[in-house]
């Protein structure tokens, strides 16, 4: 009986590294054939000899006939992206605040309403929402990347469940106190909800972070360009430069790769509450 249960035990544990190492071993090929040596690239599983000629490509600009800005490219993802989140973060804990601690009047229709619009999908508004872009003079411009995903339905929705659970005995104490609104919002209920905004943030920076499609509708020129966007345009002249291309692949994971690790403890307290 004891060693059926071992033998159990083990088979899960043989499982379960199998499935970890089909799920990881994509990542590591990008990661070691990034810096392989050029002639190696896509050649060996494992290459042999290594160089950081690939990030040096990229450094440098490149060296086809146009140079891309790789650097410039990989700052405008950061800018858009933390702009993008930091705006659905305030917007989320705001509008939740509300619906989740204020009694007025049609609260449950505009609940309703939020829920109802989480079922759309995102691509039936991206035509209206590019023509106002074009014609209010955004485009092309960073305010055309950030002020669309300023708002996330699903950060309400989050935030909007977890302020519930907090008593309102802490609100009205803070009330007596003299807090407003606002500064119970800030001051009270949000450090109280550090695991589930830790959850929040990821999620959304992901989002932003890889969003691909409204880049390219929105921007024009080079110096504008997502690393997103740049990487989806390296399949025509840049297709002989495979090195680069895993390079460039590292780069755009790196930045999510260390807020998950950062954020690691919050992020698992945070799903706890949320898989309950």
Do not use: C, H
């Not at 160089?51 to 800018?79: C, E, H, K, M, T």
């Not at 049609?106 to 939020?114: A, C, F, Q, W």
């Amino acid at each position: 009986m004891v060693g059926s249960k071992k033998n159990g035990l083990l088979l899960r544990y043989i499982v379960a590294i199998v499935l970890l190492i089909i799920m990881v071993f994509p990542y590591l090929y990008m990661v070691l054939n990034s810096f392989a040596a050029w002639d190696q690239v896509d050649k060996r599983v494992i290459p042999t000899e290594f160089s950081l000629r690939s990030y040096q490509w990229l450094f440098g600009g490149g060296d086809v006939a146009i140079p891309r800005p790789w650097i410039q490219a990989f700052f405008n993802s950061v800018i858009v992206s933390a702009g993008s989140t930091v705006l659905m973060m305030v917007t989320g804990v705001m509008v939740a605040y509300a619906l989740a601690k204020m009694n007025f009047k049609g609260r449950e229709t505009v609940n309703n309403l939020i829920l109802f619009q989480m079922f759309f999908p995102a691509i039936i508004l991206l035509v209206p929402t590019f023509l106002i872009v074009q014609n209010v003079g955004l485009y092309d411009t960073y305010w055309a990347m950030i002020i669309p995903k300023a708002m996330s339905l699903w950060a309400v929705f989050m935030y909007t469940n977890f302020f519930r659970a907090i008593p309102d005995t802490f609100i009205e104490a803070a009330k007596l106190d003299g807090a407003s609104n606002l500064q119970i919002m800030f001051k009270v209920v949000l450090p109280m909800s550090k695991s589930i905004t830790a959850v929040i943030f990821l999620f959304l920076f992901m989002e932003r972070w890889t969003e691909l499609l409204w880049d390219m509708l929105v921007v024009r020129s080079d110096q504008m360009l997502t690393l997103n966007v740049l990487l989806s345009q390296m399949f025509g002249p840049y297709g002989g430069y495979p090195g680069p291309m895993y390079a460039a692949s590292v780069l755009l994971t790196l930045p999510i790769i260390i807020l998950f690790l950062f954020f690691a403890k919050k992020f698992q307290e945070g799903m706890q509450f949320t898989l309950k």
